[in-house]
Nanobody, 129 residues
Framework: QLQLGESGGGLVQPGGSLRLSCAASGFGLDYYAIGWFRQPPGKEREGVSCITSSVGRTVYADSVKGRFTIARDNAKNTVYPQMNSLEPRDTAVYYC??????????????????????WGQGTQVTVSS
């Protein structure tokens, strides 16, 4: 059974950068498309980015385009969301999720939480001076 775990969150100043990790165990991460979500305090969970299982095609939400990137190292069973030019509005609990299908990513419809079957526990990112 696939299990996911996020790490790398913490406190960062506005304009700073942070790299998160989403590590998989149980099965190889190369079988799964990975979605990245966040949930700000008092708000609904929203999609941030997603990446296909092998080709590496990526999709980004409008709110993070040009600032966030996502990459994967299947040999390490890890996905690395890189967050640059962080703003207070980026403060949230960040989650990674896995989907056996690449289709939502390829079609640009990968920001729906209901599409994903496996979720990590989340890691908190706080952007504040």
């Amino acid at each position: 059974q696939l299990q996911l775990g996020e790490s790398g969150g913490g406190l960062v100043q506005p304009g700073g950068s942070l790299r998160l990790s989403c590590a998989a165990s149980g099965f190889g991460l190369d079988y799964y498309a990975i979605g990245w979500f966040r949930q700000p305090p008092g708000k609904e969970r929203e999609g941030v980015s997603c990446i296909t299982s092998s080709v590496g095609r990526t999709v980004y939400a409008d709110s993070v385009k040009g600032r966030f990137t996502i990459a994967r190292d299947n040999a390490k069973n890890t996905v690395y969301p890189q967050m640059n030019s962080l703003e207070p509005r980026d403060t949230a609990v960040y989650y990674c999720a896995a989907d056996l299908s690449d289709v939502p990513v390829l079609q640009g419809n990968c920001h729906r939480a209901s599409e994903y079957d496996y979720w990590g526990q989340g890691t908190q990112v706080t952007v504040s001076s």
